[in-house]
Nanobody, 123 residues
Framework: QLPLVESGGGLVQPGGSLNLSCVASGFSLDFYTISWFRQAPGKEREGVTCLSNSDGSTYYRSSVKGRFTVTRDNDKNTMFLEMNNLQPEDTAVYSC????????????????WGQGTQVTVSS
């Protein structure tokens, strides 16, 4: 069983919304800082958002601020990424990650990665 499994990706028109989920198995997400990354074709992977376990602080890359929201439901052992007003430049494979050591501002040592879910924004 994979430790992190994403779902919720798909094709959406510009201005549309998607909600991604990432379910953790085999470990408790309670104790982990969680992040979402994305990788567009021909580009390097980039961090999208991070939710620190220690104090609940969040980081968003500037291009998604005000449009994306990261949350977690520890009872469901799941993290979420709500994405609104999607634009073609948001097209990428989105992956979730969880790390026990570090924080969003100084770096996280990620212990688990998901395999990714495709998000395509196109008219």
């Amino acid at each position: 069983q994979l430790p992190l499994v994403e779902s919720g990706g798909g094709l959406v028109q510009p201005g549309g919304s998607l909600n991604l989920s990432c379910v953790a198995s085999g470990f408790s997400l309670d104790f982990y800082t969680i992040s979402w990354f994305r990788q567009a074709p021909g580009k390097e992977r980039e961090g999208v958002t991070c939710l620190s376990n220690s104090d609940g602080s969040t980081y968003y890359r500037s291009s998604v601020k005000g449009r994306f929201t990261v949350t977690r439901d520890n009872d469901k052992n799941t993290m979420f990424l709500e994405m609104n007003n999607l634009q073609p430049e948001d097209t990428a494979v989105y992956s979730c990650a969880a790390g026990r050591n570090g924080d969003c501002w100084n770096g996280v040592e990620y212990d688990y990665w998901g395999q990714g879910t495709q998000v395509t924004v196109s008219s």
